[in-house]
């Protein structure tokens, strides 16, 4: 089996976590995944970024992640931000009505923006 790996690259924009992805999400990578974001809510952040524009593929373990996450944060009026999802990422979150609970953004400006604005309410 080759060896699948995940980049994780943790930013900041404007006071907005955001947190670049790059490579396959699945049961093997998901460990990196999950303690990126949560590592994000746990330093006080209510509103996160999650960059996918470099994943090539994200399995049911990502999807449940992030969900795990949104649960987290959504008590404290915070929200979890997709940018960059690829055809079969949207295509999963709309199959799974995820796409209802997510906020899907064209852009990592566009995301920010919106939450800088006070307007990312959830879905």
Do not use: W
Not at 39 to 50: L, M, P, Q, R, T
């Amino acid at each position: 089996m080759e060896n699948i790996r995940l980049e994780v690259i943790p930013e900041d924009n404007q006071g907005v976590p955001v947190i670049r992805f790059s490579g396959e999400i699945d049961v093997y990578t998901v460990p990196m995944f999950k303690k990126a974001i949560y590592e994000a809510i746990d330093s006080g952040k209510k509103h996160i970024v999650v960059d996918l524009s470099n994943v090539s593929y994200m399995d049911s373990s990502g999807f449940g992640t992030l969900l795990g996450a949104t649960k987290r944060l959504r008590p404290v009026g915070g929200s979890l931000s997709l940018v960059g999802c690829n055809d079969v990422i949207t295509r999963m979150l709309k199959i799974t009505r995820l796409d209802t609970i997510f906020r899907m953004h064209p852009s990592e400006a566009d995301a920010v923006n919106t939450i800088l604005s006070g307007t990312n309410q959830n879905p």
